[in-house]
């Protein structure tokens, strides 16, 4: 079953695209410091085609990535042969608030592009739970995702939230302020890492909205 069938994340021209992303070299050279000081199993969280999560092993990690789509993961799956990495990355199906990952079991978890895609503060706060469910104390956690610049000033949240708006894409989707996000994540451990500090990617200029994506922040945290 792909809960996803019927939307843009399964159709062959977006799963091919991922496919051919390339993979984000902050977290790729994040990942190498942490492998040199012991780190060994990581989640990728939403890992689509394996765009990080196929790096992530080549580098010596022992991956387990989750998505909902299943041509991603298919996709995701026959990169895994081709490169022969059966030993060191599974992927699987999985929503990002429930995960098939035993508690305090991981060294890093990579939420890249998809805590954004929360369709509620609850789900997205949920989504936050289980990752801190899966951390150990010193986990390391690379985060990707939308940022309220995004939207322009006068947008509005959902009736009853706080961070989740519809504007964008017409569909509900989260887009935090950096404190919002720092907040979040403190709530359920996560703090700061200053080898990764909070940047903020394609924010416009005042007055402006974004012109070529959406706004991004890009961060690191520690359980």
Do not use: K
């Amino acid at each position: 079953m792909d809960p996803l069938a019927g939307t843009p994340w399964s159709t062959p021209s977006t799963v091919a695209g991922f496919v051919r992303a390339e993979p984000n070299q902050v977290l790729l050279r994040y990942a190498a410091h942490l492998l040199a000081h012991g780190a060994r199993r990581a989640v990728d969280i939403g890992c689509g085609a394996g765009r990080n999560a196929v790096p992530l092993a080549r580098q010596g990690w022992r991956v387990v990535g989750t998505d909902l789509s299943q041509p991603m993961l298919g996709a995701a799956r026959a990169r895994v042969r081709d490169d022969a990495l059966e030993g060191s990355l599974l992927v699987t199906q999985a929503p990002m608030e429930v995960l098939p990952i035993a508690s305090r079991s991981v060294d890093l978890i990579v939420a890249h592009g998809i805590w954004n895609l929360a369709r509620t503060g609850r789900q997205f706060r949920a989504a936050l739970d289980e990752a801190a469910r899966i951390a150990r104390p010193g986990t390391a956690l690379f985060v990707f995702t939308f940022s309220r610049h995004t939207l322009p000033e006068t947008a509005r949240p959902e009736p009853g939230e706080s961070f989740v708006f519809t504007g964008f894409s017409g569909s509900p989707q989260c887009f935090l302020t950096a404190g919002q996000l720092v907040d979040e994540l403190r709530r359920v451990g996560f703090v700061a890492d200053t080898q990764v500090p909070l940047t903020e990617h394609n924010r416009p200029r005042p007055g402006q909205i974004a012109a070529g994506g959406p706004v991004i922040y890009e961060a690191a945290f520690r359980y």
